[in-house]
């Protein structure tokens, strides 16, 4: 049974001046649990699953800037929708993995505006998602850049991207990884432990922690910026 857990201390993240911890003071069962058993990605991943009808995704949405520079570089950054909570149709959940995969495709170009209206509909407007919503959503973001949003929206591969994004999630549900939301999994074995973090300074100890995972798994030292 899935579970939406409202992680109060990851909201209330203040001062950034506390020193992070050091590599050496990351332990496992603490910081972050390993599932030995769950394949270790091809390259280094940081990948967030949320839900877009979940309180808690919303309010660490409102972080998404401070999330994305968290992530080390050469470290591979991607958002998955789930569709644990069933207040949409299959059309729906789909058009929301197409939304989040456009937003994390035109990041630099867009930042999270998309992904902003999808939340405010839901949660401020309280809308009935369904997939001409979504459409009518992406053309008013669509009119305010030129970033081919639209386009990206309608080509296939992004249609193969949601469809993989959604699979992918019921992959890390299946062995156990994904039982909460919001959940930040690194390396396709790792998850982040929000609870063990320090909250006076919450993302540069997760820019830490995913070095430390990358540097463990990888054996290398190139994505400690």
């Known amino acids: 049974m899935f579970k939406v857990i409202i ?3 990851v909201l209330l993240l203040t001062a ?5 911890a050091n590599a050496t003071d990351f332990k496992e069962g603490l910081h972050y649990d390993t599932y030995a058993s769950s394949k270790l990605t091809g390259k280094p991943t940081f990948i967030e699953y949320l839900s877009f009808f979940c309180p808690a995704c919303e309010n660490l949405n409102t972080f998404q800037d401070e999330i994305y520079r968290s992530v080390p570089k050469g470290v591979i950054k991607r958002r998955v929708s789930v569709d644990i909570i069933s207040k949409t149709s299959p059309d729906g959940f789909l058009a929301l993995s ?19 209206l999808i939340f405010v509909a839901i949660h401020k407007e309280k809308v009935t998602i369904t997939p001409s919503l979504v459409e009518k959503l992406i053309k ?3 009119e305010k850049y030129e970033a081919d949003i639209w386009a990206l929206y309608n080509n296939p591969k992004t ?12 992959l890390m549900s299946s062995r156990g990884m994904l039982s909460t939301v919001p959940r930040i999994i690194i390396n396709g074995r ?5 609870d063990g973090l320090d909250k006076s300074n919450f993302f540069k100890e997760l820019h830490e922690l995913t070095k430390y995972l990358v540097n463990k798994d990888y054996g290398n030292d190139e994505h400690n910026n």
């Open 159 to 170: 249609n193969e991207v949601a469809k993989f994004t959604l699979g992918n999630q019921r």
């Open 140 to 142: 008013v973001v669509d």
């Open 16 to 20: 950034m001046t506390a020193n992070p």
């Open 98 to 116: 197409k939304v989040m995969a456009v937003s994390d495709e035109l990041y630099p170009e867009i930042g999270n505006s998309l992904v902003d």
């Open 7 to 9: 992680t109060a201390g």
């Open 190 to 194: 790792h998850v982040v432990k929000f």
